[in-house]
């Protein structure tokens, strides 16, 4: 009877048999970037898109972008879903971390293994905190129910984790991911380092992070001519400005593109699947976005391609849609979103070094000069007439880097934390006409976790919810 | 028969008495006239392995009387010597089909007088007179008394004989008479199954038996049925009965069988009668009979033919393009925009939605069968052709069966049954259930606007979603997106084999060893056509593969002995093992739509496939003795061990044992003597622990999945991470169930009552128990929960009047009380929201039934029009917290009503079935109902009905028209559910086939029925009898969903007519 009662499945695996060798370690880290390639799907895109002063969310998305109240309870519920899927990577990773030291195998590819872990781990977190705020820190694989109750910690000691996972990520990543694109590399770490360093104010770090990428001469901008070649950069698997981007497949495609167009609008979508459920706000600074600026063409469209081939405008309710993202000509989404691109590390090296150095140094307009040469269709490297002059203090070169940003990485989903790094948030959405409660600073813990989770109470959830 | 040899061992009996004692214990009748020494004459007896002559003997010695034998088993005491013969008469018995009845005893009454009917059922006997009355009578039939003047003395029918009490009803691995039964069993008849046309059995047991609740969780043909005996016990676990065909325990649906083919349903429901089946017998379990071969020498031909025309018994009253517009200029205002129609344009109600996917639909069930014996072989066969197309375009289901029961006596000591069902079923479905704004065809057309067509100029869907700058293709669709050429269908073929040898070991001893094979394949073709330039189209195939293959060993010994003590003893090993396999395609991207999901490769993009595989198997021992003496006092003990492959490794054997006392009061003196009226008294009381497996294989392990990532330019590949915390505890359900019973037969059991009181708690529930998402896992699966079961249970049946109008009536009615003891985590736990949707509102909370409504009191309106709602915890903001409960799914009491009247040849059936005091989420309101959030249609009560800047009434029913207006569930969604449905009325006309010299036929009869005919409710959505949300999901969160009605497929009114003949 015993042998007819014992379970011995087929078709998964079970953990006792798992965990034995390097292919094993090997599918163990592919399950940890796997669920990277959830967490940057849509809901935490679409929360940061539509928390910016430069776009309004339509349908269930309008909610978010109303910032004099908190949120509703279906955007509550993608709060939450935001929630989960970090902490599904970092158990994951947790599970690599705790059990691929014990495997016998190669070493050098143990200790990419353990680097990448730790990469996207301390990615997890620092993605958490900037959302939520103080979290509960949880550093060991759950496999037992005991192990479930952790309080919230201080926002400093879930920095400092993520500042100890991303050295140990910098230091065990190779400096080179060959045609492995889609994976984590030393650069991909030193950009979240910056980006670290960058949101706690340590300049001279966050500068040098930035300048090494710089310097290793890994990247380069993809040149631009005209306002097509930017699809160059967005259209494609790989680019030489991608440090790590999300990949897509024919079976596991983009959801983006179907997010930013109408239906039916070729030639920017050719599927029908669109929801367009992301508005340009004319209020903001894209309504004096210069015309000379090739991103602006580029970004926003007012008119698409009808059945007869003929130039249609947009419907008079949306008559500007963005297009950054588009879906190959095959109907396909197959192209991948960024998640560091070469771009960034030019834009916090100019930020971060005039603020440790109480002003603009030559390198850091030089570098920021990059970025807007190659918007206007110039060669970076050399001085052109688009160029950003010498002579603006600290606090208006900063200016000048942040709506540079904004318009470089527009609905990439940097500008909610560029505005709340530097407390602008009010200030920025009060020029768009827009109060903001407090409570719209930090997003809701789930409910399920406050329930479930014995170290915290109602009282621990955010403000205002 | 005449062969049974007397035990006997009485003091101080009347000879009527010693008689009544051999009658009730021995198959013997006594014929007697009234006689003072029968009554008065005390005598002492005692007989060892006597006959029948020998009884009689010493019985009748020293006294006046003397007596005959006649053919089976007959006795007539005779107490005067027989009159002088002056009269011949002739006659031939048959029974009601006409069938000539052999060995038939015919008596002249009060005399000694009689013959028996010979091979044709023909007779002569010679009588005193024509004032003498002939006593027809045989074993199985009502004995009648016939003048010899009565015209029908030449031609007698006899009746079979309906005694009730000697009613045999199935048991797990054997019979019993329904007096003997010790534990609480309904019985449900071929009769009452075929009231009301079906395609699934499950669905004919509504209102039938007391403690049998049964609703469609949707009308669309072929859908599940949710049957629950005595409560749902489980919370994630399965709630639904076990079936046993035929003795087979089935691992599939039910919707295989052809009701048709079913001779009755013994619903096992006290622990006392379904331990036998352990760890499966907690829900009930429910013994399904086939028909097997019978009757008299002579093969029968019956065809059963049925159609009817299904339409819909209600429609929703929807917006018209006038008011709609009015709407959505209203809309347009509070959002600060410009209205957008001219109302004076708007000429006409617009489109009518509704009569694009409603239609009159046809169903039609047609049976052939053929049925008979000779002496050593019985077989009965039936053909079935099942056609219901759905209310709904693009959905109906039909199924062709054929089966086959065989019996064979092989040797004196050696019987064969086989039993084969084919069965192919073929099901279409659209998405109609749970449908939010555009994402399905139902909740398509009542978000549709009214102002728009169905179709434009070139014969294409119109794209509502883009038709106005209001709408959104996001949140609207054409419901004709799903019309044909759109398929989701599934094909299903069933082989149920099973075939029992029976060995007569001894005369008391017997062995049944069984060998069966339950077999599915299915596939699922799916395909969502090019309808727009631009669509790609895509398509589906998967199939799945399953068997369950069932082998049992069991011994019963069956003895009485003297004294009046009975024993009957079964014992046995069974053994029953499963296994599924699956895989599937998923293919878009055609270049057109003609070869729809046939060439998955002639797509651009090909998915992964899929497939999987799961096994479980279940070893088991079991053994129960019933016992009774004296007829008057009844035990019953059973056991069973269940040894199953799914449960942790620590936990995979379970004990099921109980025991059930009867007493029949009314064989006591204390009844015969001065209750005489009373025929039948039995209380009965049962304790005993079942168990329910609840849980899919593999569960207690820690399991690893594949995932994909892509790197590598696109090169998808394979990782695993993990997707469970182990469990190597995980074991069964088990439910300890109290039961307390009394039936009652009085006036010649005209009349019959039963009542049962249960008490079941179901301990150490599976639960997926909810972890903190920062655990990386949503839900963990522990035995951790409680739930209790009570109820009252009812049911009545009456002969009212059984002469020449016979009036039939049968009532249940059943109450409930589900409670939730012990809850994992000690929290409450609430459905989950969806992102596009209203947050959960079903609630599982300690000391309430499991899954009460739970949500938001709302509060009028406030100054801007939106909703206020109760700040209950008066903490100054409205949050979960605020929250209370806010009614329950659950019935306060479900009751069903049969009645039947007969004269001659006509008959009218009616059947009545109701709930009462339950409550639904009228959640199909949150879209068609939401103050036009998101501009879909409405419901027409919004008209007028809604807060305006002009008249700000803070009482207004519905808030603010606006983008900007949110709702929460609230008591806003809560309806009453109750109601009475006259669920099937049913006039049929039996025709005199004998007066109309059709010699060839049997029977014939013409009906026509109505169904689902009236519903008598309050609830504003088009059915009551709705749970769209009902599913057989393994999440709690799911299961919990109990009781919402969103875009329902609402049942069809139907009218039929049929015919059946026998021939």
Known sequence: CKKQLTEIPKSFISKANYYKNASDAQTAITGVYSSLADNYGINYWLFLVNHSDYEEGRGSQAPISVFSQILDVANIGRAGDIWSSFYQTINRANSVLENVPGIDMDETAKNRILAEAHFLRGMSYFNLVRGFGPVPLKTKESVDISQVDVPRSPEDEVYKLIIEDATAAVNGLPESVGSETGKASKWAAKMLLANVYLTREQWADAAKEADDIIKSGVYTLVSVQKPDDFYKIFAVTTSSEDVLSIHHSDSRQSTLPSYLHRPNTPPYNYSSGGVYAWLPNMKSFLATWDDQDLRKSFNLYTKYLGPGGDSVLLPSATPVLFKKFITEASGLATSSDPVYRYAEALLIFAEADCMANGGPTDLALERLNWIRRRAYGYSPLAPSVADFKPGMNQEQFRDTVLKERALEFIVEGQRWNDLKRTGTVKKAMGLVGRTVIDARLLWPIPQEEIDNNGALSQADQNPGY | ?1063
């Open chain 2, 1 to 1063: 028969r005449s062969q049974q040899k007397i035990d006997l061992d009485l003091k101080e009996k009347t000879i009527v008495s010693v008689i009544k004692y051999i009658e009730s214990r021995y198959q013997y009748r006594f014929f007697y006239n009234d006689n003072a020494e029968l009554n008065s004459r005390k005598i002492d007896i005692y007989a060892k392995k006597a006959t029948i002559d020998d009884v009689m003997d010493k019985l009748l010695q020293n006294s006046s009387l003397s007596y005959k034998k006649m053919n089976s088993g007959m006795v007539v005491i005779v107490g005067y010597p027989s009159e002088t013969v002056s009269l011949n008469v002739k006659g031939v018995v048959t029974d009601e089909t006409g069938e000539p009845l052999s060995g038939v005893n015919i008596v002249e009454k009060g005399t000694t007088n009689g013959t028996t009917t010979g091979a044709d059922g023909s007779f002569t006997i010679k009588v005193a007179n024509d004032n003498a009355i002939l006593v027809v009578s045989i074993v199985g039939y009502t004995t009648r008394e016939i003048s010899v003047k009565d015209k029908e003395i030449s031609n007698i029918m006899l009746h079979k004989e309906e005694n009730k009490l000697d009613e045999v009803v199935v048991v797990g691995y054997g019979t019993q008479r329904k007096k003997d039964l010790t534990g609480s069993v309904a019985q449900v008849s071929n009769k009452e199954l075929q009231a009301v046309p079906v395609y699934n059995i499950g669905e004919a047991l509504q209102g039938r038996a007391s403690g049998v609740s049964v609703a469609h969780n949707s009308g669309a043909p072929g859908s599940r049925i949710q049957v629950r005996v005595r409560g749902g016990n489980s919370m994630i676990g399965s709630n639904d009965p076990l079936y046993v065909v035929d003795g087979f325990p089935i691992a599939g649906g039910i919707n295989f069988l052809n009701p048709a083919d079913i001779e009755s349903i013994d619903i096992l429901k006290d622990a006392s009668a379904t331990a036998i089946y352990g760890a499966r017998g907690a829900n009930g379990v429910v013994m399904v009979t086939t028909k097997r071969g019978r009757g008299g020498a002579r093969n029968e031909i019956g065809v059963d033919s049925y159609y009817g025309v299904q339409q819909t018994a209600r429609r929703f009253d929807l917006l018209d393009a006038r008011q709609y517009a009015t709407v959505v200029n209203e809309f347009l205002k509070n959002d600060g925009k410009d209205p957008y129609f001219n109302l004076d344009d708007i000429q006409g109600a617009g489109t009518d939605w509704q009569d694009a996917i409603f239609r009159n639909a046809p169903v039609q069930n047609h049976t052939l069968s053929f049925s008979g014996m000779n002496d050593r072989t019985n077989y009965s066969m039936s053909g079935n052709y099942y056609d219901q197309q759905g209310i709904i375009i693009n959905s109906g289901v039909k199924r062709g069966s054929f089966r086959l029961n065989l019996d064979h006596e092989i040797k004196s000591w050696l019987k064969v049954a086989v039993n084969l069902n084919l069965s192919r079923r073929e099901q279409y479905t659209v998405p109609v259930d749970n449908g939010r704004r555009g994402n399905n065809l139902f909740s398509g057309a009542l978000s549709a606007p009214p102002t728009s067509p169905v179709y434009d100029e070139n014969g294409l869907p119109v794209r509502i979603g883009e038709a106005y700058p209001f709408t959104d293709p996001g949140d609207m669709r054409n419901p004709m997106l799903w019309a044909k050429p759109y398929k989701n269908r599934t094909l299903a073929n069933t082989i149920l084999l099973n075939n029992a040898f029976t060995f007569k070991l001894t005369k008391e001893l017997s062995f049944v060893s069984r060998i069966g094979l339950e077999y599915e394949n299915s596939i699922n073709d799916q395909f969502s056509p090019i309808i727009y330039p631009n669509d790609r189209g895509s398509a589906s195939n998967s199939s799945t593969y399953w068997n369950s293959i069932l082998n049992e060993e069991v011994l019963t010994y069956e003895k009485l002995f003297s004294g009046g003590h009975k024993l009957t003893a079964t014992g046995g090993f069974t053994y029953q093992t499963y296994m599924t396999r699956n895989s599937g395609i998923s293919v878009s991207g055609f270049a057109n739509n003609n070869t729809e999901n046939y060439n998955l490769g002639s797509a651009e993009t090909i998915n992964p496939p899929s497939s999987g595989i799961e096994q479980w198997s279940l070893v088991s021992g079991l053994g129960r003795v019933n016992y009774s003496f004296l007829d008057r006092y009844f035990l019953t003990a059973s056991i069973r061990s269940d040894g199953s492959s799914r449960f942790g490794k620590d936990n995979k054997w379970g004990l099921f044992p109980s025991g059930a006392l009867a007493w029949r009061i009314s064989e006591e003196r204390f009844i015969k003597d001065h209750l005489a009226f009373i025929n039948n008294l039995k209380l009965r009381a049962s304790y005993g622990v079942t168990g329910n497996t609840a849980l899919s294989p593999y569960q207690s392990l820690d399991r690893l999945s594949p995932v994909k990532y892509i790197y590598n330019g696109n090169t998808e590949s394979v990782g695993y991470a993990p997707s469970g915390i182990a469990n190597s505890q995980l074991k069964w359900e088990t439910s300890n169930e109290l039961d307390l019973g009394m039936d009652l037969g009085i006036l010649n059991n005209r009349l019959g009552f039963t009542f049962d009181y249960y008490k079941k708690n179901t301990k150490d529930l599976l639960a997926s128990v909810p972890l903190p998402p920062s655990s990386g896992f949503g839900y963990m699966l522990r035995n951790f929960g409680e739930i209790q079961n009570q109820g009252l249970e009812f049911s009545l049946n009456a002969d009212i009047l059984t002469g020449g109008f016979k009036w039939y009536a049968a009532a249940q009615l059943s109450t409930n009380r589900n409670k939730v003891m012990k809850i994992a985590g000690g929290s409450d736990i609430v459905t989950a929201g969806q992102t596009s949707g209203l947050p959960g509102y079903n609630l599982a909370r300690v000391g309430q039934p499991l899954g009460v409504f739970y949500g938001y009191l709302e509060d009028g309106l406030d100054d801007e029009g939106f909703i206020k709602f109760v700040d209950v915890n008066k903490d100054g903001a409205i949050t979960p917290a605020d929250r209370v409960i806010l009614g329950s799914p659950y019935p306060k009491y479900e009751y069903g009503f049969n009645s039947n009247f007969s004269y001659k040849n006509i008959s009218l059936s009616v059947f009545l079935q109701g709930v009462k005091g339950n409550d639904i989420f009228f959640a199909t309101a949150f879209t068609n109902l939401n103050s036009f959030q998101r501009t879909q249609n409405q419901l027409a009560d919004l008209f007028g009905n809604y807060w305006t800047a002009d008249n700000p009434d803070p009482h207004a029913k519905y808030p603010r028209l606006s983008s900007l207006t949110q709702m929460r569930p609230s008591d806003r969604f809560i309806e009453d559910g109750s109601y009475l449905r006259v669920k099937s009325v049913q006039l049929s006309y039996s025709l005199p086939v004998q007066k109309m010299k059709l010699d060839w036929l049997n029977y014939a009869s013409i009906y026509v029925k109505a169904t689902n005919l009236f519903t008598f409710t309050k609830y504003s959505g088009l059915d009551p009898e709705v749970n769209t949300r009902g599913s057989d999901s393994q999440s709690i969160e799911d299961r919990l969903f109990i009781g919402t009605d969103e875009s329902g497929y609402p049942n069809a009114r139907v009218f039929g007519a049929g015919i059946e003949l026998r021939f």
